[in-house]
């Protein structure tokens, strides 16, 4: 475990095995920030794994002469159910009830969906830039839009709802 001199251990229930010295010299809200963008690119990477492995179990092995988009489109709902429940459960370590987070994630979803689909349009077919670089710089991008959404948007706190709460009118 790496710990800089100076640096009080973190708060009780956060885990740190992964840090280096550098993230231990960071300020606890900033610490915790690192940990939930770390989770995040994690479960990223995680989810793309499962949509390939699902779309390769599908189309090469279980269903050889299906179609190929409904494959995909199969594989993209198997791996965005992991990765709402490991976003909800551990990047973001929600407690918020599942029935409204879930639509929230549709919603994210959704909407950076069209957001890449419309930079894209604008990219290709507006001021004619290759393909594959647009496809490459809006992956690189989009994570960023979702990480956001998710943080304040899917998983953030739950908003008072109760008739007497402060700022509920």
Same mark, same amino acid.
């Given at each position: 475990?790496?710990? @800089?001199?100076?640096?009080?251990?973190?708060?009780?229930?956060? @885990? $740190?095995? %992964? *840090?280096?010295?550098?993230?231990?010299?960071?300020?606890? =809200?900033? $610490?915790?920030?690192?940990?939930?963008?770390?989770? !995040?690119?994690?479960?990223?990477?995680?989810?793309? +794994?499962?949509?390939?492995?699902?779309?390769?179990?599908? =189309?090469? #092995? +279980? %269903?050889?002469?299906?179609?190929?988009?409904? *494959? =995909?489109?199969? &594989?993209?709902?198997? &791996?965005? +159910? !992991?990765?709402?429940? @490991?976003?909800? /459960?551990?990047?973001?370590? &929600? $407690?918020?009830?599942?029935?409204?987070?879930? %639509?929230?994630?549709? #919603?994210?979803?959704? &909407?950076?969906?069209?957001?890449?689909?419309?930079?894209? %349009?604008?990219?290709? *077919? #507006?001021?004619?830039?290759?393909?594959?670089? +647009?496809?490459?710089?809006? /992956?690189?991008?989009?994570?960023?839009?979702?990480?956001?959404?998710?943080?304040?948007?899917?998983?953030?706190?739950?908003?008072? =709802?109760?008739?007497?709460?402060?700022? #509920?009118?």
């Amino acid at each position: 475990r790496f710990r @800089a001199r100076g640096v009080p251990d973190a708060a009780p229930g956060h @885990a $740190r095995g %992964w *840090e280096s010295p550098m993230i231990n010299r960071l300020p606890p =809200s900033m $610490r915790t920030e690192a940990g939930q963008i770390f989770r !995040f690119i994690i479960i990223g990477g995680f989810s793309f +794994l499962i949509y390939a492995a699902m779309y390769a179990l599908l =189309s090469r #092995v +279980l %269903w050889t002469a299906g179609n190929r988009t409904l *494959e =995909s489109f199969i &594989s993209t709902v198997v &791996s965005a +159910l !992991f990765n709402y429940f @490991a976003h909800h /459960s551990w990047t973001f370590r &929600s $407690r918020g009830s599942h029935g409204k987070q879930l %639509w929230r994630y549709v #919603v994210t979803v959704a &909407s950076a969906s069209l957001i890449q689909t419309g930079l894209f %349009w604008i990219g290709h *077919e #507006v001021l004619h830039i290759y393909d594959f670089l +647009l496809i490459f710089t809006i /992956s690189a991008l989009m994570p960023c839009y979702t990480y956001v959404m998710h943080k304040l948007f899917t998983f953030g706190p739950e908003k008072a =709802s109760s008739p007497g709460a402060p700022g #509920v009118v």
